[in-house]
């Protein structure tokens, strides 16, 4: 059996205007792609291959979900016209069909199915025509069946519009619900209810009140409540004291501190209320905001910024560094050893001496408190390389659970946002507070971050 | 590149081997049957195996030779890479595009007749 | 093929987009290696190969009538998982943020710029003295 | 902005229309203004029909507002919120602090309604 999965541009209009930064095909259902739930039942219906047909552009449905491989089916795309009926669309794919059975899908609905039932067989007994409609959606098979109805077979099937926020966002809360037993969803742990993607931080004081989905690379910090109800994407914050209940955070989003999102879709720095439509794009980063590299970070002023500042420190601290490093170099308390750190391409490496400085003895200690150990590095951001501060540079080919493979946004620097606060030492806490800056700062307030990580750091080695 | 012409029911069908670039493309802009407003034409694309942007030009600019547009060029067994191209310029929305030779031209001969 | 670059100097003219476009394809194959059997690599291959393609014929297209015929400069590199390539020619300047074009107005022309930029993942536009010079770049 | 007083059954109640934009650019100015308002009853209304955005400084602004009122011994009752800026009030939590009425006139109304009418 072969299945077609036909799509019209004015049928999702609506997922492009509320939701502009996904495919409406790779709309997140839960913690999977829309497209994911129709191949999957697809596929409990029998079939070999699968193709999408679509109006609109395919591209990035294609770059998802590829040549099928993945699911060991054969996926192919074509191209129909917005007035194709069902007819046209089988004249136009003739030869994928060829003298098989054919499902047809249409229409951008969701299928509900339960994956305990033997969809297989059923289609195989079903007679032609319709099988199951829905306002805007339908299932049609073709050929004809080649086996006979069994008494006992019954099989649960029905459609869902998904034609607006309203719709989308019911579909995906019982999902949640009814999940795990009916869907082929990811997710681990034994937890009932309960999914977890990989890489989750969550701090002690997180509340978890079930039934939760929640992505890759999420971070739950102080007293934040999650669910009943929340599904969560990757690549999410959740700040302090703040509560997701009954919503939907899609993935790169950031959700500020002592906020309450309650029956909600936020998506990046938009808030959604799927009950009445409406939507509000926040300006302000303390309320809600998109994690996705922060496109003054790359700025010719914030690198000239970055790299004048640099020269201030350089020639500030050139009569101590003159008197400290060769005398710490020959006492052997400077150590300094070649490694390779990821650039802030991160598909490229860039060689960067790895500095320690041995602190006993007095200039030692003068040296790390003037942060001396990093005086090389700084000469890096004159040539552009590093800026001032950023992101702690990540060792080349070390795996790290942040590794910014994960992390929308790394920007390698001398000194790191972390070190500008004084409760985020290392690990998820300060991961975070890097990346709410990579998101959020920008030149100015950089300088002062900068001075703020050299107090940090001279007040931590001082008191040594 | 090369082009085959043959007819079927009163629809030419172009095919197509080779490559379809800047230096091959005036061979499909001149052809007879592309020139020609009244004539529906199929363009079997299966045996393409380079087409750039000149060539989408070419296949574009032959169906505004035609009295219907949308109807007068009709493409059939387009292979990945050629759909990848048509995909990213987004020019595979003028066009109906069939996997089958056989029903592109039955298709093309509907149009053609319905519009006579 | 790290740290070592590729030069082709070619006449800037039509028929040599071709040999400009099988260099391209048979770098590119040469830097996937056993990946070029699986769809990924191939779709790189034809990614890059495309992405050429679109240069030269642009830079043949814009070409100069002079007496010295023209040519144009292809140089390939490697590094770091990245595969570059710069296309250099003696045209007048011009700009590379070309505006999308209208695909219901059955456009001809204007797609060559669209598709580089859509099929690679940095395209950078310099002018050097009298050179205009598309670096473009795609990683594996 | 525009500022009217209503005698509402013996009771002085003002009326802000608050109009485009609460935010960092403007709130400071705002609570200047709005103490001049203050001077004149403590029983305020602020109309946010066409209020359009907020952001963290608007809403910090209208909570100081709210405080001033209060210490006093008035209100301040907020009216007429369209979606969006109803939303930045439910997710901050500020919601919890205000009596919100649909309309100016329900706000107003809900002064004199709340008048023991044995003190009188």
Redesign the interface.
Same mark, same amino acid.
């Given at each position: 059996m072969k299945t077609i999965l036909a799509f019209r541009e004015s049928e999702y209009a609506w997922v492009h205007e509320k939701f502009p930064c996904v495919h409406p095909l790779l709309l997140p259902l839960c913690n999977k792609p829309f497209i994911e739930f129709l191949i999957d039942f697809a596929i409990l219906a029998g079939s070999s291959a699968v193709r999408i047909l679509c109006d609109g552009g395919l591209g990035e449905v294609e770059r998802y979900c590829e040549d099928g491989s993945r699911w060991g089916i054969d996926l192919s795309y074509a191209s129909i016209h917005p007035d194709d009926s069902i007819h046209a669309m089988l004249g136009k794919n003739r030869k994928f069909c060829g003298e098989e059975r054919v499902m047809i899908v249409s229409g951008f609905s969701f299928i509900r199915y339960d994956k305990r039932y033997d969809y297989k067989s059923f289609v195989s007994s079903m007679p032609p025509g319709e099988w199951s409609t829905c306002p805007g959606g339908r299932i049609t098979l073709t050929g004809v069946p080649t086996k006979a109805v069994p008494d006992w077979l019954i099989a649960d099937l029905s459609l869902m519009p998904l034609d607006s926020m309203t719709s989308y966002y019911q579909a995906s809360m019982e999902t949640l619900k009814t999940g795990e037993s009916r869907y082929v969803l990811p997710g681990y742990g034994d937890e009932p209810e309960c999914a977890f993607g990989r890489n989750v931080v969550i701090s002690k004081s997180v509340e978890i009140r079930k039934p939760v989905s929640i992505g890759n690379n999420v971070q739950l910090l102080g007293n934040a409540i999650i669910g009943p109800s929340a599904i969560i994407g990757s690549n999410v914050i959740i700040d302090r004291e703040s509560s997701v209940e009954s919503s939907i955070v899609f993935d790169n989003t950031y959700i500020g501190e002592h906020l309450e999102i309650i029956g909600r879709i936020a998506s990046g720095n938009r808030l959604n209320d799927p009950k009445s439509g409406a939507s509000i794009a926040m300006e302000d980063p303390h309320l809600l905001s998109g994690i996705k590299k922060n496109r003054h970070l790359r700025s010719l002023p914030r690198k000239i910024v970055h790299a004048c500042v640099a020269l201030v420190i350089i020639a500030a601290f050139f009569i101590p560094f003159i008197i400290l490093w060769p005398l710490l170099k020959l006492g052997g308390h400077w150590k300094s050893s070649p490694a390779s750190f990821l650039a802030e391409r991160t598909d490229e490496t860039m060689p960067l001496a790895k500095v320690e400085v041995d602190a006993s003895g007095a200039a030692a200690a003068i040296a790390v408190a003037l942060s001396l150990d990093r005086y090389f590095r700084l000469f890096r951001v004159v040539t552009g390389q590093l800026a001032l501060i950023g992101s702690t540079p990540l060792l080349a080919g070390e795996s790290r659970p942040d590794a910014p493979a994960y992390v929308p946004a790394y920007l390698p620097g001398v000194f790191s946002y972390a070190e500008a606060e004084e409760w985020a030492a290392t690990g998820g806490d300060a991961t975070i507070v890097e990346r709410f800056h990579l998101a959020h700062s920008n030149p100015l307030t950089d300088i002062g971050l900068v001075i703020k990580a050299f107090i940090n750091r001279f007040q931590e080695k001082s008191t040594i | 590149m090369t082009i085959t012409e043959t007819s079927k029911i009163g629809i030419a069908i172009l095919s197509l081997y080779g490559t379809l670039d800047a230096l091959s493309a005036p061979e499909l802009r001149n052809n007879r049957s592309i020139i020609d407003p009244e004539k529906t034409v199929v363009i079997d694309l299966q045996q393409v195996d380079f087409i750039d942007s000149s060539g989408i030009g070419a296949i574009v600019s032959a169906s505004r030779q035609k009295r219907q547009p949308s109807g007068g060029i009709v493409l059939a067994c387009m292979n990945d890479r050629v759909r990848k191209v048509f995909e990213i310029t987004n020019a595979q929305k003028l066009f109906h595009i069939f996997d089958d030779t056989t029903a592109a031209v039955d298709f093309a001969s509907s149009r053609q007749s319905a519009s006579a | 093929m790290n740290n070592s670059n590729i030069t082709l100097t070619l006449p800037a003219e039509? +028929?040599f987009?071709?040999v400009a476009?099988q260099t391209a394809s048979s770098v590119a194959d040469l830097v996937i290696g056993d990946d070029r059997h699986e &769809?990924?690599g191939r779709?790189f291959s034809?990614a890059f190969? +495309?992405a050429v393609?679109?240069a030269f014929?642009n830079s043949?297209?814009h070409a100069r009538e002079s007496a010295t015929p023209q040519v144009v400069k292809l140089t390939f590199f490697f590094? /770091?998982? /990245?595969l570059v390539v710069s296309v250099h020619d003696a045209n007048d300047p011009f700009t590379i943020e070309t505006p999308v074009p209208d695909?219901?107005s059955? &456009?001809?022309?204007g797609?060559?710029l +669209?598709?580089i930029r859509?099929?690679m993942d940095h395209v950078t536009y310099r002018r050097e003295g009298n050179y205009n010079i598309i670096s473009m770049s795609k990683?594996l | 902005m525009n500022f009217t007083l209503d005698n509402i059954d013996g009771r002085l109640v003002g009326t802000a229309r608050l109009e485009g934009r609460l935010d960092a650019q403007n709130s400071k100015p705002f609570q200047k203004t709005f103490l001049e308002w203050l001077e004149k009853t403590p029983l305020l209304v602020f109309d946010c029909t066409l209020l359009d955005f907020i952001d963290t400084s608007g809403l910090g602004a209208i909570v100081g507002c709210l405080r001033k009122a209060l210490e006093n011994k008035g209100d301040l009752k907020l009216a007429g919120l369209n979606d969006k800026v109803g939303m930045v009030f439910e997710i901050t939590k500020a919601k919890r602090l205000f009596s919100i009425f649909a309309s100016q006139a329900d706000a107003a109304s809900s002064f004199a309604s709340e008048l023991n009418p044995g003190t009188t």
């Open positions: - | - | 039509r +028929l987009a071709r476009r &769809p990924a779709d034809h190969e +495309l393609s679109e014929t043949v297209t590094e /770091q998982r /990245q695909i219901e059955y &456009p001809e022309n797609f060559g +669209l598709i859509k099929v990683t | -």
